[in-house]
Each structure stands twice: as structure tokens, then as C-alpha cells.
């Protein structure tokens, strides 16, 4: 044997007695048991991020706006002229019909486009980029499908729309703006834009306005769709599909970018008024590394409200970009504001209240987030989505891709009802002349009185 192997050899029969005595050692004296509070690292896992003090729900009175029989639902409700701000609707949701539009859900292209209503027709796009207009009676009048000649439909997905003045206006992630004849779905022209528009435009006084690559601000003219003006903001790579739709009053255009930028503008002449960051998220969680806006800036009263991804809703100041007060809440949508509170579905999966002249929070209820695993082969559990909420009916209702429409109490975030829905709903509801329409997975426009 060399000297070397010598050497490693009696290595091994040091350790060896050493592991040896120390297993004596234990075995020759009592455990020592800490005193203290046990608990399961997996529990303590998952309430990491957790915020002390979360108030208990309470039940306070609402002065709700009274309910109209709108005859339109023609584009994003975060602009004030655009929202119905509580839809005529009954007590109960009854299925009227329901119409395949196109392809459903797909495992890497999803159905997620919000439908709009205008002129006695619903306007909707399937997961492989097909507009298609239906009508109250849920016959099929006209499809358009938006994918250019040398492309294949499934190369891209999302977008958006609006509708006015008898045309619809579409953004798609091709990369385009399209405007169709409402009544025909007729090509009237295109604007191509730098990146993908996987979000809603906004139409206000001819113009049209949207955000592209989560990262450039657009304002079109409706007419021939020529550039107005652009402006460039931030991009960022940790993003969520679908940029927010523009909100628009009187005189500004408020923006969202990637980077978790809010950015005001004059809407006629494109020059910028403030900027505001929603900075922060939750402690511990990894979603906190994705400040994309995801709760669409939306304007009430002189107050700008928006959510990021991470766990961070804010109000703000219209006229200046000063923030007003902060939430320690994510929104997964744009929030509804009603009365003296604003509505929304948070990153935890619950349906909050917050007061909107304070932040704080009066009450909370969780919504389906996932299902648990039945078989421990599956790589993942499967995860639900919560579309809304929106006021319609003097009551909230939230749909879900687990596959019911849920109805709660402003007031005390009871749930007052549930409606089945198969496939699960994969957009936000409308509500126009007393019928809720929605889109499920399956690909199928849905109408419920």
C-alpha cells in the first residue's frame, strides 16, 4: 500500500470512531426537549407574507347608485362615461342560450378576451384570434379572423376591444389595430403597431387609446387610423398576458406600463402630467417579483385607483400623481368603485372592500383558488381564475373558471347566490338590457335573465 492510501486509511478510522462515540454519547443521555410552540414548516410557509393586524370583516351600509337598463356595454368600464355603474339585472340568473364563438381554452392559448356589447350585438374573440359578433338572440351574424396571411393563429393570443359609432375596434397580439364595420365585420383599416396589443383600447372623441408590448402608449385617430402621438414608458420582463385598458375623462388619458408605472397624459395632445409607481409586494412570496399593473388603472371622481400583481393597490391623485393611501392587497383586475368603497378580486383570491377614501379594508372573502392534488403524480394542482367583480343588480358578481357565477352583498360580502356555467367562465361579465353574457372555456358565448 502507498503512503497516500496509508494515509487515507486512517482518515476513515478516525471519522469512524468519532461517529461511533458521538452515537454512544447519545445513546447515553436524555433528549433535551426546548420548551415553546411547535409548528409545521409547511404551514409556516404558506402564511409567509401574511400582514399582522388584517381587520376582521364588518358589515357596513352602502349607498348603492340605482340600477339602469343600459342598451350597451361597448368597452372597458375603467373610464367614467363608459361604466354602467349598476346594471339593471334580476335576483336570479336563469340560462337563456349559449353559442359556440370559436376555439376555447387550449393548454398554451387561452380564451381570455372581454366581449363588448353595442347595437344589439355581442362582440367576442375565440383563443385562435376569431372576432365574431352574435346577436341578442344568440344567432351567429358575422366572424373576422384576425391572423395575418403569413402568420398561423396560434402565434399569438389576447387583445381587446371597443365599439363606437358603428365600428368595432380591435387590438390583437399580432400586433395590430383593426377597425371592423360593426353591422358586417368588413375590414375598414390597419394599424400595425411595434408589439404585441394584448389588451383593451379605450374610444373617446375619435381617438383610440392603448398600450402595446406593456411598454408604449398609442393614441390613433379613429377615422383612418393614422398615429395621433406615442409615448414610450418602461417595459419589463416579469409581466402578466393582457395590458390594461386606458382609462379617459374629460381631459387626461392614464396609462399602465410593465414596470408597474402609472403615467397620466393630456389625451388630445399626448403630454405627459405625471408619472406614479406601485412599488412593493408581499414579503416571502415569489410573485412579488411582478409589478405588472394588473388591477387597470380606472378613474372615479377625482381619484385614479390601481393594483399590481405583487400585492399593492393604491389611490391617486387625478389632477397631480400624488398617492393618496396604499393597500398591502394585489388586484387581479380593474376595481369597481361604488359608493364610498372600491370592489375588486385580490392576489390572494378574495373579494375585497376596501374603503376609497382611506384604503383600509372592510371586508374580505375568499373565491376558489385552487384544487388540491388527488393524485400525488400530478405535477400541479389545478388553479381557478375569478373574473369581475362588477356591479349589476345591486349586487357583486364575480365568475370563475371553476365553473360557477357567484352573486355577493356589497354590504357584508355575503354570497347570495351561485349560477352554474359549463366550462367555467374565462372572461369578465357584461350586463346589457337585463341579460348577463360571458364567455366559457368550451369556446361558448353564454346568456343568463
Given amino acids: 500500500m502507498t503512503d497516500h492510501g496509508g494515509r487515507a486509511l486512517r ?30 414548516i409547511r404551514e409556516v410557509l404558506q402564511n409567509r407574507g401574511t400582514e399582522e393586524g388584517t381587520p376582521a370583516n364588518t358589515q357596513r351600509a352602502i349607498n348603492l347608485p340605482a340600477q339602469v337598463a343600459n342598451a350597451a356595454w361597448a368597452q372597458s368600464g375603467v373610464s367614467p362615461f363608459a361604466r354602467t355603474e349598476n346594471a339593471a339585472l334580476g335576483a336570479s340568473l336563469t340560462p337563456l342560450w ?9 393548454r398554451r392559448h387561452k380564451l381570455n378576451t372581454n366581449q363588448v356589447a353595442l347595437g344589439g350585438r355581442i362582440f367576442t374573440m375565440d383563443s385562435a384570434n376569431l372576432v365574431t359578433a352574435v346577436s341578442t338572440d344568440g344567432q351567429v351574424l358575422w366572424t373576422h379572423n384576425l391572423t395575418p396571411l403569413r402568420d398561423a393563429s396560434n402565434q399569438a393570443q389576447g387583445g381587446g376591444f371597443a365599439a363606437a359609432d358603428g365600428r368595432l375596434y380591435v387590438a390583437s397580439g399580432f400586433g395590430t389595430l383593426s377597425a371592423l364595420d360593426a353591422a358586417t365585420g368588413a375590414e ?11 389588451g383593451a383600447p379605450t374610444y373617446r372623441d375619435g381617438l383610440i387609446y392603448l398600450t402595446s408590448g406593456d411598454s408604449l402608449a398609442w393614441a390613433v385617430e379613429a377615422q383612418d387610423g393614422r ?21 379617459v375623462d ?8 410593465g414596470d408597474g408605472t402609472v403615467q397620466a397624459a393630456f389625451r388630445q395632445g ?20 411582478i409589478d405588472d399593473v394588473t388591477g387597470d388603472p380606472l378613474i372615479s371622481g377625482d381619484t385614479v385607483f390601481a393594483g399590481n400583481f405583487s400585492g399593492r393597490t393604491v389611490a ?108 367555467g367562465a374565462t372572461t369578465r361579465p357584461i350586463v346589457v338590457n337585463g341579460v348577463l353574457y360571458v364567455v366559457s372555456g368550451k369556446g361558448q358565448l353564454h346568456a343568463f335573465r
Fill in 11 to 40: 482518515k476513515l478510522t478516525i471519522m469512524a470512531g468519532l461517529l461511533g462515540a458521538t452515537l454512544l454519547a447519545a445513546c447515553g443521555s436524555n433528549e433535551v426537549v426546548l420548551p415553546g410552540e411547535r409548528l409545521g
Fill in 98 to 106: 349559449s353559442v359556440n364563438i370559436g376555439q376555447g381554452d387550449q
Fill in 188 to 198: 375598414i383599416w390597419v394599424q400595425r403597431l411595434d408589439s404585441a396589443a394584448t
Fill in 227 to 247: 398615429i395621433r402621438w406615442q409615448i414610450e414608458g418602461v417595459g419589463d420582463i416579469n409581466n402578466v398576458a393582457g395590458a390594461p385598458a386606458p382609462a
Fill in 250 to 257: 374629460d381631459q387626461r388619458v392614464v396609462f399602465a406600463y
Fill in 270 to 289: 399626448g403630454l405627459q402630467l405625471w408619472n406614479a409607481n406601485i412599488a412593493g409586494g408581499r414579503d416571502g412570496s415569489a410573485i412579488a417579483l
Fill in 316 to 423: 391617486l391623485d387625478k389632477a397631480s400623481g400624488e398617492r393618496l393611501w396604499t393597500a398591502k392587497q394585489g388586484a387581479l383586475g380593474p376595481m369597481w368603485p361604488a359608493g364610498d368603497s372600491v370592489f375588486f378580486v385580490s392576489d390572494r383570491n378574495q373579494l375585497v372592500r376596501l374603503d376609497a377614501r382611506d384604503g383600509t379594508q372592510i371586508w374580505a372573502v375568499d373565491l376558489p383558488g385552487y384544487l388540491a392534488r388527488s393524485n400525488p403524480q400530478k405535477k400541479r394542482d389545478r388553479t381557478f381564475a375569478n373574473l369581475g367583480p362588477i356591479l349589476a343588480g345591486g349586487r357583486l358578481i364575480v365568475a370563475s373558471t371553476d365553473g360557477q357565477i357567484r352573486s355577493f352583498d356589497p354590504t357584508s360580502g355575503a354570497l347570495v347566490g351561485t349560477t352554474a356555467i359549463d366550462g
